[in-house]
Nanobody, 121 residues
């Protein structure tokens, strides 16, 4: 069984910063891609940023230059540093792991439970 546990969400004023973390556990051998998604009320879940095991990164246009994704491969931990936050960044942020190899099975993907980020104007 794989678990992804997010932390670091909260309430912040516009222009402020937050750092999200996502810890993966469960006899994991490797994870190919880790990503952050977000979902605002009444909207679809959108990709925010992604990083593969080699460190190649992708960012949605709306967060380029403000957010930085990183990962600690040995610890299977994902981070999202969010700077210059805007009210439109308010959403539940979800961690996703793709192409997961464990000692007992392979998984296409797995989601965390989400963490709320609220940016006040």
């Amino acid at each position: 069984q794989v678990q992804l546990v997010e932390s670091g969400g909260g309430l912040v004023e516009a222009g402020g910063s937050l750092r999200l973390s996502c810890a993966a556990s469960g006899s994991i051998v490797s994870i190919s891609v880790m990503a952050w998604y977000r979902q605002a009320p009444g909207k679809q879940r959108d990709l925010v940023a992604a990083i593969n095991s080699g460190g190649y990164t992708y960012y949605a246009d709306s967060v380029k230059g403000r957010f930085t994704i990183s990962r600690d491969n040995p610890e299977n931990t994902l981070y999202l540093q969010m700077n210059r936050l805007k009210p439109e960044d308010t959403a539940v942020y979800y961690c996703k792991a793709e192409d997961i190899k464990t000692y007992t099975t392979d998984l296409l993907d797995w989601w965390g439970q989400g963490t709320q980020v609220t940016v006040s104007s």
